[in-house]
């Protein structure tokens, strides 16, 4: 990338572009050739468990590979030389990302626990490599990601994941003697135990996909079960049955009519299990009867045709009653307002606050919820995985950035920057979504 910028800044020559594209090509193959040799040795569930990380590093891998190729085939000609310059940084960070994703997800998928920087160094210690340099490693990893890591997860499980990471740190923070090594090992485990039991990730990946197609009731259905069996904590059973209750109670009517009966039922047991567990009560029995009521529920989704069912504002995919969010795209669905309103009145809210944040420190905390709202609707929205969506996405991103710097530090220049790389983005969307329409 360093050499790329010269390019562009007038510093660097031809030749040397041509160099550095040639050398990062090899590096970046073999790169993938360690990697694939190394995917080669592992267990055939693991391999099942990352396939969506590894189709991502694969897809970012060969975007970066692309650049260098471009670049030897470009004859010295300036032009397509100056635009993949440009565009190489959000490739380069892209492969980063998705390699990063793509590693965790192995380790993971390892166990003992759900927490890759444990499962590493639980690894290292039970191979009988040196720990103190490792758990320094790991430690300054973790510090320097802790902001992005709670900011992944709801606020309202902020309180809670925070003491477990400050624990992990200690325990990184202590690497044990000859001695102290089946204590300090026991120790880690215990603490990868106790992270999962507020570990949302953990149950996004293995259980939101049954017994209904409604992932919300999924996860809440799921979690109600997990606490009963003692991995998943009280308080994030809790919110996810809240979030389940919120997104019940707010499902899009059809066009004409009201909601089926099953769905007020539904809301009504999801609100039972949820007074059961705030008590501290036995859930056993009414989540077995909310679970068959489920399929009642799961029948009502499904029963709907196409002429009643909702549409993705952003790729125009048809969603079943019920769906919050695009099966496609990932983006928020609304059934009233218009393909162009809903990103629109959002953008200029969240602008809005941005500007008054200026005068007013008060409405920091409703801009960091929209910005955090924004950016997770970002996330999903990869899930459409087609190249100019994704350099959208990214542009999008690059102004999300700007706008959080404001926020921590309100800042003219950055609001500037953050406001016009949203908007500009949004006019790329609105002309992608007029020459996609059956997109």
Request: aromatic share 6%; with cysteine.
């Amino acid at each position: 990338m360093t050499c790329a910028q010269a390019y562009l800044d007038g510093q660097g020559g031809l030749p040397e572009v041509l160099d550095c594209a040639e050398r990062t090509r090899q590096s970046v193959e073999e790169h993938s050739q360690q990697m694939q040799t190394r995917l080669q040795q592992e267990a055939p569930h693991v391999l099942a468990m990352i396939q969506p990380e590894l189709q991502a590093w694969r897809e970012s891998c060969g975007d970066f590979l692309q650049w260098t190729r471009v670049a030897s085939e470009s004859g010295g000609s300036s032009a397509p030389l100056e635009s993949l310059c440009s565009g190489l940084p959000v490739s380069s960070r892209r492969l980063q990302f998705d390699g990063f994703r793509l590693d965790h997800a192995i380790w993971v998928s390892r166990g003992p626990s759900t927490f890759a920087p444990i499962n590493r160094l639980l690894a290292a210690a039970a191979q009988g490599f040196q720990l103190d340099l490792l758990c320094q490693q790991e430690a300054e990893l973790l510090n320097h990601g802790l902001t992005s890591l709670l900011e992944g997860y709801p606020s309202e499980l902020h309180p809670h994941l925070a003491p477990c990471l400050e624990s992990i740190l200690d325990w990184m923070d202590q690497p044990p003697t000859a001695e102290q090594l089946p204590e300090w090992t026991a120790e880690g485990e215990q603490l990868g135990k106790e992270l999962a039991r507020f570990d949302l990730a953990f149950l996004l990946r293995g259980y939101s996909g049954a017994p209904t197609t409604y992932p919300p009731l999924n996860l809440a259905l799921n979690a109600c079960w997990l606490q009963q069996q003692g991995f998943v904590a009280p308080e994030l059973t809790q919110f996810l049955l809240q979030d389940a209750i919120r997104q019940v109670g707010a499902l899009p009517p059809p066009d004409e009519g009201e909601l089926p009966e099953i769905f007020e039922d539904m809301e009504s047991l999801l609100g039972q299990l949820l007074k059961q567990c705030q008590r501290g009560e036995d859930l056993t029995a009414l989540h077995q009867a909310t679970s068959e009521v489920a399929q009642e529920f799961q029948e009502a989704l499904a029963d709907k045709p196409e002429s009643e069912q909702a549409r993705c504002s952003v790729c125009h995919q048809a969603q079943p009653l019920g769906t919050r969010r695009c099966s496609l795209c990932g983006s928020t669905l609304s059934a009233s307002a218009s393909a162009d309103e809903v990103p629109q009145d959002r953008l200029e809210r969240m602008l809005a606050l941005a500007e008054a944040l200026m005068q007013d420190s008060e409405c920091s905390q409703a801009l960091d919820q929209e910005l955090q709202s924004y950016r997770r609707d970002m996330q999903r929205a990869r899930q459409f995985r087609e190249e100019v969506y994704s350099e959208i996405l990214d542009q999008f991103e690059n102004g999300l950035a700007a706008l959080e710097e404001h926020l921590q530090e309100p800042d003219r220049s950055l609001l500037n920057e953050g406001s016009a790389q949203l908007r500009e983005a949004e006019s790329r969307l609105k002309r992608w979504r007029e020459e996609n329409p059956g997109a």
